[in-house]
Each structure stands twice: as C-alpha cells, then as structure tokens.
C-alpha cells in the first residue's frame, strides 16, 4: 500500500467519524433517544433536547375570540402541576385552524414564558390568561346580576337600605372573568344575583384556559423541544 492510498484511508476513516458525531443546534440537557447504537436510524429517529430558556404553551382559540387578540399582550400561565403562575406574552397567532375538518374551527395562539418553572414540562396543561383589555376607576358587578336588553345596555336589580328591590338601567362596557364594567350605578350599591351560589371575588380571569372579556380551552406545551 503506497502512502498516497494509506494517507485516503484515514481521510475517509476520519470523514466517517466527523459523520457519525451528531451536534444539537442548541445547549440543553438530552430528555430522550430514539436512536440504538449499531442501528441504521431512520427519518422519524430523533433525540429530544429540553433547552434553557423560554417555553411555549400553546391554546386553542375560537374564531369569534381572534379579533382581540394581538401580539405582545400579557398572559398569565398556570401549570397544572402546580407551582404557582408564571407571566407571558403572545408570540404567534395562528391563521390555519388547528383542525381543517372541523365545523367550529379553532386557531392555534403561541404564548412564550421566558422563565418557565418544572412544571411547565413537555406536553404538560396549563390554564392560560390573556389581558385583551383592561379598564380602571371603573363600577363593576357581577355578570349574573345583569340582564341584557339591548347591545350595551342592560337591567340590574338593586337593594335599597329598607330592604326594597328596585329595577334600574345601566350601559355595560368592559365584560370579562364573571364580571362586567358598567355605568349609571354608584360603587357599594347591594345588586341582586341572578345565581344565588355566585360570589363577589375579585378573580378577573374566567375558570379555565380563559381570557379578560372571553375565554378558552386547551393551552398546553406542545410535544417535542418543549423550551427553546
């Protein structure tokens, strides 16, 4: 064997080496392998690699609820391991719909946690809530107290100091989270409820998955690369 061919051999050799050494375009810690030592690896083999940094919930939102919604909004991320809540913003409004076949489409929304506690974990739920719009100095009561007669207006039953139930009109602004904005009523005035178990809580954000002025369901971490 001359040295010129000796000289190809370890080219190649070294060529093969440099190709079976796989490199992550990102830092992180390697969650899972889908790969076997000695095995030719096909095109669905991979390795899963959880990153430092930001993680994405993504939510299921219904046409009606798109036009409220806008890039940089603030969000507010419960995971439901526990934990504690975590802030976030929108990053991406989806324009496909999430199921193409469906007859109440629903669109896909990226909210981004830049400090993403344990709990936020791949494929993990989370209940989300997204600020659309907020209002201060404002008279709010609960929605359940209202009755709708008109866009914008409705009807509310008060209680007086003598225990006498009266009737009035208010004009209705900002709804959201169980509680609605209203005018032409003064602070401290005693509403009737038209669900007796409902409560007066300060919770702005509805039960689940839900939004200031809406809601919705089904926020979750999407599978694979969970943090970027």
Sequence with gaps: MTVSAAELEVTQAQQA???ATLTA???GTVASVGLTSGQDASTSSSITIIGSGAAQVTVDVPLSALPTLAIGQSAVVTPAGGGGTV???VTQIGILPADSTSSTPTYPVTITVDDPPQALAQDSQAQVA???KSVTNVVTVPASALTMVATGRATIQVVSGDDQVTTKSVTVGTVGGGKAQV???DAGTQVVLADL????GADSSTNENAFTGGGFSGGGMPGGGMRR
Aim: glycine residues 10%; proline residues 5%; aromatic residues 0%.
């Design 197 to 200: 178990t409902a409560t007066l």
């Design 17 to 19: 080496v440099d190709s």
């Design 25 to 27: 375009p990102i830092s």
């Design 87 to 89: 802030t976030g913003s």
């Design 183 to 185: 005018t032409g009523l």
């Design 130 to 132: 997204v600020t659309t």
